[in-house]
């Protein structure tokens, strides 16, 4: 009988792709999966500049067209990554070979965001390091089929189903007066397969793998959110603005990002993947958990350019830069992350929700919302533990 770590180590001398164990002890990211979600890093940070600089130009509901379109991808390309890694990371030279394919395309596709996000329609870089990524994924789905006997008709689905899609994407191109309706009917299909493929017979993801690294996504986008905020403020500092007006924004985004921080990793949410339809709610509804956490950077960078006469945009609509993406972000937190032990805490996502959608009438949005959530947190503490 082997353990789980010969099995593994056999695989790498044999250069096989076995199906790793869900139930392994002490599985934790890779050291190559950490350096595959600092490659995103960048892609995070084009999407976010082009939203902030869409609103602050009084071209918000362009701006987040395309802001949603590019997250779409950046989002996909990353979670197929990681549940496959979950499922198949044999940590060999093929493999390792095949990631650093998916990371070029990565960085050809980051290269396009900036372009994509000013003419709202794709171009080569975002289609073609796309297509990239996704046909490394099909070849190393292909070499699973061949590797797992168990799991071959479920790799199979997996590598027609991504082909076909990519073959789709790039024939878009040619029809860039349908790209709208195109892109929201191949994005269905993308959204399609797993669903599709694990219906065969489910990989054997591991819960808590797939937990920590959906957290240290997260995390990325958390620190985009307050690296853009840093450069917006420091641009206005050295343009001779007065402090003064600045801290309230300053503090104010430290308290938002803090207390993201805190009510998304306030619990391991490992426990609640318990099948694949949870599985899929749960992995698919954390696009709107990283796009609103991402896309706070880009409000806050508004506000400053707003609290600085740099942004010929109101105070209102500043604020709303801010507010809409946290109370998102909130209320997917409310929806995917509901468990037993929240029931005396339960509506308080929603009734904060409200309340942070309120606060750009003030005029002083940032630091009101900095408060509502440093209080939300401070009363489900206090009544969490009485």
């Known amino acids: 009988m082997h353990t789980p770590e010969q099995t593994i180590l056999g695989a790498r001398l044999h250069r096989r792709m076995v199906a790793r164990s869900p139930h392994e002890p002490h599985r934790t990211a890779t050291p190559l999966e950490l350096l595959f979600d600092l490659v995103f890093v960048g892609a995070v940070a084009q999407a976010a500049e082009g939203l902030h600089h869409a609103i602050a130009n009084g071209h918000a509901l362009e701006g987040l067209g395309g802001y949603a379109m590019v997250f779409f991808a950046i989002w996909w390309a990353w979670m197929n990554f990681s549940w496959f890694a979950s499922a198949y990371d044999s940590d060999d030279v093929p493999y390792r070979l095949a990631v650093f394919v998916q990371i070029a395309g990565a960085l050809i596709f980051a290269s396009g965001v900036a372009a994509m996000l000013e003419s709202r329609t794709p171009n080569r870089a975002i289609i073609g390091g796309y297509v990239v990524m996704r046909f490394a994924l099909v070849a190393q789905w292909l070499r699973a089929a061949a590797s797992d006997p168990d799991h071959r008709a479920t790799a199979l689905r997996y590598a027609i189903g991504v082909a076909l899609v990519q073959v789709a994407w790039v024939s878009m191109m040619r029809v860039p007066e349908w790209w709208i309706p195109g892109f929201l009917i191949l994005a269905a299909c993308e959204l399609a397969v797993p669903a599709w493929a694990e219906r065969a017979r489910m990989t054997?993801?591991?819960?808590?793998?797939?937990?920590?690294?959906?957290?240290?996504?997260?995390?990325?986008?958390?620190?985009?959110?307050?690296?853009?905020?840093?450069?917006?403020?420091?641009?206005?500092?050295?343009?001779?603005?007065?402090l003064a007006a600045l801290v309230p924004i300053a503090v104010g985004g430290l308290l938002i990002a803090f207390v993201m921080w805190w009510v998304y990793f306030d619990w391991p949410p490992d426990d609640l993947l318990t099948s694949l339809s949870k599985a899929l709610v749960w992995g698919y509804g954390h696009y709107f958990v990283f796009a609103s956490a991402a896309a706070v950077g880009a409000g806050l960078a508004v506000a400053v350019g707003q609290s600085t006469h740099e942004a010929s945009i109101s105070s209102v609509t500043a604020g709303y830069a801010v507010a809409w993406p946290v109370a998102i972000f909130l209320m997917s937190l409310w929806f995917l992350h509901d468990r037993p032990e929240y029931r005396r805490t339960r509506a308080f996502g929603p009734a904060v929700a409200i309340l942070v959608l309120l606060t750009p009438l003030s005029?002083?949005?940032?630091?009101?919302?900095?408060?509502?959530?440093?209080?939300?947190?401070?009363?489900?503490?206090?009544?969490?533990?009485?």
Do not use: C
């Open 204 to 242: 054997t993801w591991h819960p808590h793998h797939i937990a920590e690294r959906y957290g240290l996504f997260t995390l990325i986008v958390l620190g985009e959110s307050i690296v853009s905020a840093t450069m917006a403020m420091r641009a206005a500092l050295s343009s001779g603005q007065e």
């Open 363 to 386: 005029g002083q949005a940032v630091p009101l919302i900095g408060a509502l959530l440093s209080l939300m947190v401070a009363v489900k503490f206090v009544v969490m533990r009485a």
